[in-house]
């Protein structure tokens, strides 16, 4: 029925830099999150929202709650790299991101992951996500979501 | 029976670094994974085993297979906290680490994760433990590990 | 004439972190400065100011103007190291600290540096020390300083 | 009469990450020197060499020796940024690198740096520049550069 059926995935390419190496000779394992977070914040530009903004001027900040991930394989110096962002769970003040880190020469999964997020206001309390937002993030759900605004 | 039925616990003191904050005026959530390498280093050489040398004398990586963290609540700059580190499981190509981060003064609860390790040759394939290593691990599991060496 | 002739030198250690090395096998070039900034906060704190009550009560910043590094010695995971940080000038808006980064179990020199900071208040406009401040932080300077608060 | 007379010049564009920034709500002082890695890699490459081969198939590395960065502007998250990057000075053993950080959208000056290398075989000892990168170098200095390979 909906015009927008399927849901919005962002796919943000990425070099990986040295300083992101360790001594094993490949990316140490906390900078998949720092890339997460640069898929969830492209996934929210392509829906039309600039995460920026809803610090700067709605005083919202969307708080990890939770992290995971999953390391497939070795991810190396100057190689270019996928994050595949989409939104899995969106509820009022409840937001799930699910990421896919590929190589992208070859597509091979190098990572798989997911973050929870809490929606807070300024004071770091627990906050709804105000309808403007939330119809935006509803839509970018498209069928796949397993949750909705208001179930 | 045995006489080293306690599991080994390490506690390491840290304090905040104006680097770790972000401008939400907290720590940044990757830095926990950061910090629970370091509770995993001291709890190592807790147990007798240098890691650094695990790597440069036998060849022996504990790749990270999956990092899980769940945020209970903000890291502020400057404050005191402790990593609190034990083994969960360990087999003989698989170790994994439980993680608790505690509020120095307080002892109020900030994270909590969990980390699954490879044990891995210096070509990023999978290897088995040595046995000079393995008895160290499962005799600092104690009688909490789920599981041991040679089920 | 004074009874505290002797310039304020602040000793931190820290232990070399897996996340602090790169794929040459050593600590990337800059998190030296990231422990200067730890060297420089335990300075202060030597001193008797909190920096980040600094912050947090008086709205002031120590912005950083200007930093640099010479590394002497590759720095390598695991070892503990020393940062020896002292004050280099002291004026009313401008404060510059110097650093040296010794390995802490043969004192081998393995960087030293400097950084220029611009005193700023929550506008990020350059602002006054004020005197409380001021008087501490000449009083650090001993005789060494080059420069002192009133000229 | 060379028909290089100008200085290659590399222009990278980077957004701000959310975990580049830090409670002062602007991007903490040590991530400037990772972008200038990120445009001297950049700069190699405009330039026909791959630095992550020169390491690998000549076991090459270009260790940085010394740094220096002038902040003259805060910057903020989402922000881009431009890294523009030239080659200084080429000897045998010793790079030179420029950097300017601008504003992508207003070419407003947001930092200056420096950088110099000293090129080093696999066990950190220092080594010349083979002849075949060295002209290459050379090359990309142009008119401006101080010095050259045979002075």
Redo the contacts between chains.
């Keep these: 029925m909906s015009s927008n059926q399927q849901p919005t995935i962002n796919e943000t390419r990425l ?1 990986v ?3 992101e ?6 990316v ?4 998949h ?2 890339w997460f ?2 898929g969830r ?1 492209e996934l929210m530009r392509q829906m039309g929202l ?3 903004d809803m ?1 700067r001027e709605d005083g919202l ?1 969307i ?9 497939r394989a ?1 991810v190396y ?2 190689e270019e790299v996928v994050v595949r962002t989409r939104l899995k769970t969106v509820r009022q003040s409840v937001i799930v991101f699910g990421y896919e880190l590929v190589r992208a020469t070859t597509g091979a999964l190098l990572a798989e992951g997911e973050t929870t997020h809490i929606v807070t206001n300024t004071e ?1 309390k627990t906050s709804r996500l105000p309808d403007k937002y939330l119809s935006v993030f509803c839509g970018a759900l498209g069928n796949n979501g397993s949750t909705r605004g208001k179930s």
């Design positions: 070099r830099r040295y300083a190496t360790d001594q094993m000779g490949v140490y394992h906390s900078n999150l720092i977070e640069v914040v600039a995460y920026r610090e900040f708080a990890v709650a939770e992290a995971k991930c999953r390391y070795p110096y100057d770091m």
